[in-house]
């Protein structure tokens, strides 16, 4: 209970400072702010069922705060920093990559996170969501430059650890096809460890390396540890 008063708090100041500074931003394009503003709104709304379950003892709560936390704030800001910086690194690195990154793109992939979430919590078949999803990523994975970038470490640690994600949807498919044939955590550990974790330590390792003046080249600590994270 401790720990929720203090983290709802903090994490209420820190969604309003946010808003605070794209309202006051100069800036003529907003729109990945705004999307990840979204995010931390549907990351409030969980904090909110996280007190309401403590409060109350009703187990919905904590599973509404659970879906609301991974599907409506964690994978959206994931989404949105790799649509905004994944084609701009491999531009970078490799400028005959064309960078695509439509605006329609992030919203057709939120918007994916969100029904997901919208239908778990509902206790509906996901299948709606998961098999466009399962295209999309994969697709997207494709027009990303996931194939080129093989020939730099670095930035092909990013792109795989994104191409995770076409897998992880391909996953929950078959249970929405037959509740019989679920893979039961399967696909959660393959968004939730494959994707995230690894995604984390890729980029980690591309920001420090370009931030301070090193050679953009994978190390080994950070290839072995985001191999680990792979194979885990």
Known sequence: MVILLLYGPGFAS?????????????????????MVLAAFGAGLAGVVAAGVWLFSGETSYWLAMRDLALWGFLLPVFLTV???????FTG???????????????????????????????????????????VLFGYTSWRWGLLPSRKVRLLW???????????????YTPAGLMPSLSLGLAPLHAVT????MTMVIAFVSRVTTGHS??????????????????WH
């Open 92 to 134: 970078s690195a490799m400028p005959e990559v064309k960078q695509w990154r439509p605006y329609l793109l992030l919203i057709a992939m939120v918007a994916g996170s969100w029904l997901h979430g919208i239908l778990v919590m509902t206790q509906h078949t996901s299948l709606l969501a998961d098999l466009p999803l399962t």
């Open 193 to 196: 460890v494959g994707f995230f």
């Open 14 to 34: 820190l969604t309003f400072t946010f808003a605070g500074l794209i309202w006051r931003s100069q800036q003529s394009d907003r729109r990945h702010a705004l």
């Open 213 to 230: 003046g090193l050679p953009l080249q994978a190390h080994g600590c950070g290839v072995f540890i985001w191999r680990y994270m792979s």
């Open 82 to 88: 790799c649509h905004r910086m994944l084609p701009f």
């Open 157 to 171: 640690m990013l792109h795989l650890s994104f191409a995770r994600l076409a897998v992880a949807f391909f996953l």
